[in-house]
């Protein structure tokens, strides 16, 4: 492997999800050239697919609004909701002021804001950070592309790695603290219709709770649909992650879930694979000369529905404060690093209060866990 030398610039960005995208957008717009050290983009499907309408003024605001007219994302315009009750319940996207949320086509989304990045000027570096150190008032980035190893400078440094939040591990472990409010994890999977089908599926959204966690199922507009299962990690099945018919059996103890996909001939043929979804954040959020942004700074369960609304907004703010910063202005890093910790403490209040809603099953490990002592 040889080594090669990269560029430098007043501000790194690291991280090609959507924070340090958003990020690199901002900078852009506001005059500035980001060093962005971002991997390639992995293929396949990508979790993650409802975006909150209070999402769309942060896109106007870096531009991107226009990527959700995309023929593979869809108006959310129903929620069916089995959540506290035997009863499914309907929640109408039209009851927001703001106009319904998104289904996005997550792996496409994030393509398409990353080529609008791309032809906005930036020039992502396909690399992965593996060291940073300490360079007067600024730094020494060390990344690795695979094939070479290389330095590049950087005054300050926004942190988009997601939950490794790897320049805090590496530069503030003794000043910056990951904490963990649950052990989450999801089940995901996408499914297709068997072919020749004769049911046209409900565009709609489902969740449905059971004693070990809860489902959650929606409709892309391509016509496949997206299902994950959240749960804790020794909660799961046996193998579930190996053979799709432990999978297939847990669906056959929902009351919905199971019956849409039976209703609608969606294939389930492959296991599913296992993501984390737990609720974790950095505190604080901000250190001399660096700053988390997205899962780095807080990632929460999907239950929020506000990952990507977060991911926006920590990129564009976190991208305004560090230039505030190099301008000699510390106040909105302080700030900033308030309201992450604000958002946080505001989320598990509402997160406990949705949990509280769901008394059937209080007895179970999963939902004492989230609303007694029990730990997760």
């Given at each position: 492997?040889?080594?090669?030398?990269?560029?430098?610039?007043e501000?790194?960005?690291?991280?090609?999800g959507?924070?340090?995208?958003?990020?690199?957008l901002r900078?852009?717009?506001?005059?500035?050239?980001?060093?962005?050290?971002?991997?390639?983009?992995?293929?396949?499907?990508?979790?993650?697919?409802?975006?909150?309408?209070?999402?769309?003024?942060?896109?106007?605001?870096?531009?991107?609004?226009?990527?959700?007219?995309?023929?593979?994302h869809?108006?959310?315009?129903?929620?069916?909701?089995?959540?506290?009750?035997?009863q499914?319940?309907?929640?109408?996207g039209?009851?927001?002021?703001?106009?319904?949320?998104?289904?996005?086509?997550?792996?496409?989304?994030?393509?398409?804001?990353?080529?609008l990045?791309v032809a906005?000027?930036?020039?992502?570096?396909?690399?992965?950070?593996?060291?940073?150190?300490?360079?007067?008032?600024?730094?020494?980035?060390?990344?690795?592309?695979?094939?070479?190893?290389?330095?590049?400078?950087?005054?300050?440094?926004?942190?988009?790695?997601?939950?490794?939040?790897?320049?805090?591990?590496?530069?503030?472990?003794?000043?910056?603290?990951?904490?963990?409010?649950?052990?989450?994890?999801?089940?995901?999977?996408?499914?297709?219709?068997?072919?020749?089908?004769?049911?046209?599926p409900?565009?709609?959204?489902?969740?449905?709770?059971?004693?070990?966690?809860?489902?959650?199922?929606?409709?892309?507009?391509?016509?496949?649909?997206?299902?994950?299962f959240?749960?804790d990690?020794?909660?799961?099945?046996?193998?579930?992650?190996?053979?799709a018919?432990?999978?297939?059996?847990?669906?056959?103890?929902?009351?919905?879930?199971?019956?849409?996909?039976?209703?609608?001939?969606?294939?389930l043929?492959?296991?599913?694979?296992?993501?984390?979804?737990?609720?974790?954040?950095?505190?604080?959020?901000?250190?001399e000369?660096?700053?988390?942004?997205?899962d780095?700074?807080?990632?929460?369960?999907?239950?929020?529905?506000?990952?990507?609304?977060?991911?926006?907004?920590?990129?564009?703010?976190?991208?305004?404060?560090?230039?505030?910063?190099l301008?000699g202005?510390?106040?909105?890093?302080?700030?900033?690093?308030?309201?992450?910790?604000?958002?946080?403490?505001?989320?598990?209040?509402?997160?406990?209060?949705?949990?509280?809603?769901?008394?059937?099953?209080?007895?179970s490990?999963f939902?004492?866990?989230?609303?007694?002592?029990?730990?997760a």
């Amino acid at each position: 492997m040889t080594s090669a030398a990269f560029s430098t610039a007043e501000i790194a960005v690291v991280g090609g999800g959507i924070a340090s995208t958003a990020a690199v957008l901002r900078l852009l717009r506001t005059g500035h050239s980001p060093l962005w050290i971002a991997p390639a983009q992995k293929e396949g499907n990508l979790p993650g697919e409802h975006l909150s309408p209070a999402a769309r003024p942060m896109l106007e605001e870096i531009d991107a609004a226009g990527l959700l007219g995309a023929a593979y994302h869809r108006p959310e315009q129903s929620v069916f909701s089995a959540w506290g009750s035997d009863q499914l319940a309907e929640r109408s996207g039209i009851v927001h002021l703001e106009g319904p949320g998104t289904v996005l086509e997550r792996a496409a989304f994030e393509r398409d804001l990353r080529a609008l990045a791309v032809a906005s000027g930036a020039a992502p570096v396909e690399a992965r950070l593996t060291g940073l150190d300490r360079n007067g008032d600024g730094w020494v980035l060390e990344v690795d592309d695979g094939d070479r190893l290389g330095r590049c400078g950087a005054r300050f440094v926004l942190d988009g790695s997601g939950r490794a939040a790897v320049v805090a591990g590496i530069e503030a472990p003794d000043h910056a603290a990951r904490f963990r409010a649950d052990k989450l994890v999801a089940l995901c999977a996408v499914l297709s219709q068997e072919k020749n089908a004769g049911v046209e599926p409900t565009r709609a959204t489902l969740l449905e709770t059971v004693p070990e966690g809860w489902w959650y199922a929606t409709l892309l507009a391509d016509g496949r649909l997206v299902l994950n299962f959240y749960t804790d990690p020794d909660l799961l099945p046996l193998e579930v992650t190996r053979h799709a018919d432990v999978f297939r059996a847990m669906l056959e103890r929902t009351n919905y879930v199971g019956r849409w996909l039976r209703d609608a001939e969606f294939n389930l043929d492959a296991p599913p694979e296992l993501a984390s979804a737990g609720t974790t954040w950095l505190a604080p959020a901000t250190g001399e000369g660096w700053a988390a942004i997205g899962d780095a700074a807080a990632a929460f369960d999907p239950l929020s529905s506000h990952g990507m609304t977060t991911a926006l907004w920590t990129g564009i703010k976190g991208a305004d404060a560090a230039v505030a910063r190099l301008g000699g202005d510390a106040e909105p890093l302080t700030e900033y690093a308030e309201k992450v910790g604000q958002g946080v403490q505001e989320f598990l209040q509402s997160r406990a209060a949705l949990y509280a809603e769901e008394r059937r099953f209080i007895t179970s490990p999963f939902w004492e866990r989230r609303t007694g002592n029990c730990e997760a």
